[in-house]
């Protein structure tokens, strides 16, 4: 699992653990995993399998049990809710199954919201977010309000939502999941397409067709890796 | 602008009428507080108003019996005063300005055909003025009249009535214990007057002591005995002080031990007053209202907590993309505190707007009205500060708690 480039993230014999009500449970057990940059990662395995959790760490939104994090280099296991919350905003782009937009905003407004966590100011908050959503080709529908928008349309505002703050990492969860296969197909053209350059895309999904877009496939069974593909 | 149901409802609020009932409930709760403490402050005054109205720095000395502890073995005996006494006090006491001696009994007096039992006092010339009071019609006690034990009387407007109905009373002609007497002046009508000593001064007829004292003897004694020794403090001296003087005066003169409680009592309006439960009546009302105002902050704080929980996803989110918890923190105190203070200043904005109404009604004098001071309004503020900080904090920590990766979980 090494790679000649440099590395985005690396995990190291990472651990995750949690109480429920028949006592603890190993989620993930001892993962070992090095990303380089640029590279189109896709993480399979069935539900249960712990793709969710892995994902949840790699995002930063939960914290290893045992075992170091390492991203860009810096070890992020045991950083605080404020750093973590610093790296979401400008290191990570999520891209969720069921899109996770506010009903309420516009799709501009919501594309907007990571630059506002970044303390961006309004103007360029603006313009960037029209950038991105030009790069999804929703420009025209910016000022709409999502629920009026199809699914396909919101996932794309959701795309552009991840890419606004131009993160090095993105991280999507069964991005086509809830579209239908045209749509999911046009979506998939789509984050297959954006990881030019240094951007790194790790997908997680159970469909093999989808995983077949990627680089790297790697196959999660009961919390460790059992099988590695690359393209 | 203030947000309309639906505006709540899309922004994610359970409930929203849960949400407006609470803040009417906060509303009335911070304006019955500031209504009831208005009330209180003008109940204050008027209490005040009608001390001065029953005489101002006015003090009543009644005398009773030696007490047994201090009877020695001839056992306990009653004392009294003579008008000589109130002569030697007026005369001695440095801290007093007027002293009058007053006698009172009830006697049938009678009015043609008409025969009532009235409460008749026997007063001195100085008696209007230090009961604070004047005659409304004719004239009053004279000093002539009492050094002539004149057969004249001053009658008050209730004792009238039922003597004479609506009919003027003025020089008719009355019979007290069967000794003719001549009606000389109507006494005024204090409504202020919140003190009532044995009757209200409307219910009472006033003849010169001297001519009381000639209707016949009391207590199966000959003696002229005065029941009460009034007396002015002057504005200068402290009650405390002129009644202490008075009673080492009057203790020395008549014998008795000067801490003997039994065979003087003084009694002050202030006394009266403040025996009265009514003064308390509108400090326990603002409590209620407090409670209500608590009561309406913990339904708020709830509601909000409630509507954390429903965006929990939401913040989950944000708190996804980047959001720090001192931001959402910040955003939902001020979300919660910023709706109890709304309710807040719409209470005291309501109770303002009541006192000033009730101001202006046209009430009875007797009616406290509320008076509005700035105290009332640091209380009534302070307690919605307080109701805000808790609706603020509440939903803040919630929201602070929500895990992240709730975002994912919800959409997995």
């Not at chain 1, 939104?61 to 610093?86: F, I, T």
């Amino acid at each position: 699992m090494s790679s000649s480039a440099e590395p985005i993230l690396e995990l190291k014999k990472v651990e995750k653990q949690v109480r429920g009500p028949f006592g603890c449970l190993r989620i993930l057990k001892g993962i070992d995993l090095i990303v380089p940059r640029g590279q189109f990662l896709a993480v399979t395995g069935p539900s249960g399998s712990g793709k969710t959790t892995l994902l949840e760490i790699l995002g930063c939104l939960s914290r290893p049990s045992s075992g170091d994090y390492l991203l860009g280099g810096r070890s992020v296991a045991k950083a605080s809710s404020n750093e973590l919350a610093d790296l979401r905003a400008s290191s990570i782009g999520f891209v969720f199954q069921s899109f996770n937009l506010l009903a309420r905003l516009t799709a501009r407004q919501n594309v907007e919201l990571p630059l506002a966590y970044q303390g961006v100011p309004t103007a360029e908050r603006q313009a960037r977010a029209l950038d991105a959503l030009s790069a999804v080709g929703l420009e025209s529908r910016a000022d709409h309000p999502t629920p009026a928008m199809s699914g396909g349309e919101r996932q794309r505002v959701a795309i552009a939502r991840a890419i606004v703050g131009r993160p090095p990492l993105l991280l999507a969860d069964e991005p086509t999941g809830n579209l239908d296969a045209a749509n999911g197909a046009q979506i998939l053209q789509l984050l297959s397409s954006l990881p030019v350059g240094r951007r790194t895309l790790i997908m997680v999904t159970h469909d093999p067709q989808v995983a077949a877009r990627a680089d790297r496939i790697m196959e999660l069974r009961d919390g460790e890796f059992v099988a590695e593909r690359c393209e | 602008m203030i947000p309309t149901l639906a505006d709540l409802k899309a922004r994610g609020f359970p409930n929203p009428t849960w949400l407006v009932l609470s803040l009417v409930g906060l509303a009335v709760g911070t304006s019955v507080i500031v209504i009831l403490l208005s009330w209180g402050e003008g109940l204050s005054i008027a209490l005040e108003e009608g001390t001065n109205k029953t005489g101002k720095n006015l003090v009543l000395c009644f005398l009773g019996r030696i007490s047994k502890d201090r009877a020695g073995p001839a056992g306990p005996r009653r004392i009294w005063l003579t008008r000589e006494d109130v002569s030697f006090v007026r005369r001695r006491a440095r801290g007093i300005e007027l002293a009058v001696a007053e006698s009172r009994a009830w006697k049938p007096v009678g009015a043609g055909p008409k025969s009532v039992t009235i409460d008749v006092r026997g007063v001195e010339a100085a008696i209007e003025s230090i009961r604070d009071t004047r005659v409304v019609a004719g004239r009053g006690i004279s000093e002539l009249d009492v050094q002539r034990r004149a057969a004249v009387a001053v009658i008050g407007s209730v004792a009238s009535n039922r003597l004479f109905g609506s009919a003027s009373p003025l020089g008719e002609r009355i019979e007290i214990d069967g000794r003719p007497f001549r009606v000389v002046g109507i006494l005024e009508d204090p409504s202020g007057d919140l003190i009532r000593d044995r009757t209200l001064q409307s219910e009472q007829v006033w003849i010169p002591i001297s001519t009381f004292f000639s209707i016949g003897p009391r207590y199966g004694s000959d003696i002229d005995i005065v029941d009460v020794l009034l007396f002015r403090v002057r504005s200068d001296r402290p009650y405390s002080e002129a009644v202490r003087e008075v009673r080492r005066l009057l203790t020395s003169r008549l014998e008795v031990g000067e801490h003997d409680r039994d065979a003087l009592q003084f009694v002050t309006a202030l006394d009266v007053l403040r025996r009265l439960p009514i003064a308390a009546v509108p400090r326990f009302l603002a409590l209620l209202g407090v409670v209500a105002v608590s009561i309406s902050a913990i339904g708020v704080s709830s509601f909000m907590a409630l509507s954390v929980h429903a965006r929990r996803h939401e913040i989950a989110l944000r708190k996804a993309l980047g959001a720090r918890e001192l931001r959402l923190l910040t955003r939902f105190a001020a979300e919660g505190g910023g709706l109890t203070l709304f309710g807040g200043c719409l209470g005291l904005l309501l109770g303002l707007a009541v006192c000033n109404v009730i101001e202006r009604l046209d009430t009875p004098e007797i009616l406290p009205i509320p008076v509005v001071q700035s105290g009332v309004l640091m209380i009534a503020m302070g307690v919605v500060a307080l109701s805000a900080l808790l609706t603020a904090v509440v939903p803040a920590y919630h929201a602070v708690r929500v895990d992240p990766s709730a975002a994912f979980r919800s959409a997995s």
